[in-house]
């Protein structure tokens, strides 16, 4: 919805960026941006629970940007979701940080009466792992759930198209701005979407689809359904993250079992151990939330789907959809194009096993060239651990940062390999 309130809801949102926890504190006391945006300089300065950078911005009452947003938006037909609209989908208002705003490209479903279901997975896909994905997908969106996805290449854009020919509605989250097509191979299925349901983004349009805004935009795939589903990924997989995401949210995890031999499966396995539903098949989720869903799921719509589902998965239809729907071998993968969404480059990934391979402390060469490649706040985030002991992200806050900078830092250290996360979100130096 674009008002007036519009702009103030953008402004504070620039001001606390994404995922951060501090905008739900302000919210929360506050209510309403505009009261936010009206606050002198004394009056900013003692909100509690706010770090000092932050409080700089809100002493910057500039609306330019803002105004800029709103143009943009107006001009491109994008709808402007705020935390304050009837349209935010309600389950996003539960995380603890939850986006201020949501871009959106097409018309966004109505997560808060239907039953939905993130699927996710790498893009080293097998072909079990490409059939698995899109008869799944193409079986729940044909019994009225909503499927979710980053449209990333491999898993995550065969899903979507096994939900789009089912003539279901599929959602895509992205990590970059909504005007910004990433990958760029998915142009022609980005249109798709936002035809048959929705592009969405919390990050401002023209933000670059940086390597480290994919690990953060995973909280809200899992956010906005009650359920993920795991197709393939290897133990450092971003699908894995968005699983971990699922879990502390005290959303549902469903994983798709495979050889205990193939890296591709290491990640679902490993979930399956710790706790995670096993899924066959759709059936398996669907029958989880009978109970909840029977009024809205359409199980005469399904029963045809599962007839036809096998012989729907056929390569033209996904090429048509502009899907990259190639099953790659793992020496296949380009590192340089199609690196994002959590996981790393071949480099990386060698360096990080090095950390892997060995119980010993992480060396120091080897934590100077993981921290090489990350930003200065993840840098001062890592120096302020101390060794061998667990801290909360509260505990981690340097000059200059806030506790969503932080939050987003701990989540590149941790896919470095440098830390780990512990059951009540403390973390600890690997």
Avoid at 313 to 339: M, P
């Amino acid at each position: 919805m674009l008002n007036e309130q519009t702009l103030y809801w953008i402004w504070l949102a620039r001001a606390c960026g994404v995922a951060s926890k501090s905008f739900v504190r302000i919210i929360e006391r506050f209510l309403e941006p505009f009261d936010v945006y009206s606050l002198d300089e004394n009056e900013i300065e003692h909100i509690e629970g706010i770090g000092e950078r932050l409080k700089a911005k809100l002493c910057d009452k500039s609306l330019e940007e803002s105004y800029s947003v709103v143009s943009f938006c107006k001009k491109n037909k994008i709808d402007i979701i705020t935390y304050g609209d009837k349209k935010y989908p309600s389950r996003l208002r539960q995380l603890e940080d939850p986006p201020a705003v949501l871009f959106c490209k097409g018309k966004l479903p109505d997560f808060n009466s239907r039953l939905s279901l993130a699927v996710v997975g790498t893009r080293k896909m097998s072909e079990y792992g490409k059939a698995s994905a899109y008869k799944i997908a193409y079986e729940m969106a044909a019994a009225n759930a909503i499927v979710v996805s980053g449209m990333a290449l491999g898993i995550d854009g065969v899903a979507s198209g096994g939900a789009i020919a089912a003539g279901g509605e599929t959602v895509a989250v992205l990590g970059c701005g909504i005007d910004v097509v990433y990958p760029k191979q998915h142009r022609e299925l980005y249109e798709k979407i936002a035809k048959t349901g929705a592009v969405i983004s919390e990050y401002m349009p023209s933000t670059s689809p940086e390597k480290y805004n994919f690990p953060v935009r995973n909280r809200i795939i899992s956010g906005l359904c009650q359920g993920t589903l795991v197709v393939e990924g290897d133990r450092r997989s971003g699908a894995l993250i968005t699983a971990k995401n699922a879990i502390a949210q005290g959303r549902e995890v469903f994983a798709l079992p495979g050889k205990v031999d193939e890296s591709n499966s290491e990640g679902p396995n490993e979930l399956i151990r710790d706790g995670a539903y096993v899924a066959l098949c759709s059936d398996d989720i669907i029958e989880h939330y009978d109970f909840l869903y029977h009024d809205v799921i359409n199980y005469r719509g399904l029963k045809k789907a599962k007839a036809r589902s096998d012989s729907e998965l056929d390569g033209e239809f996904l090429e048509e959809l502009g899907i990259c729907a190639r099953s790659y071998k793992k020496e296949e993968f380009s590192t340089e194009e199609n690196v994002s969404l959590g996981e790393k480059t071949k480099a990386e990934e060698k360096t990080t096993a090095k950390v892997l391979d060995t119980d010993a402390p992480v060396r120091e060469t080897v934590a100077e060239e993981l921290l090489a490649g990350l930003d200065e706040t993840a840098k001062k985030v890592f120096a302020q651990m101390p060794i061998d002991t667990a801290v909360s992200p509260d505990a981690l806050i340097v000059e200059g940062c806030d506790i969503g900078d932080v939050i987003t830092a701990l989540t590149m250290l941790e896919l470095c390999g440098l830390v780990t996360s512990l059951p009540g979100g403390l973390y600890v130096r690997k």
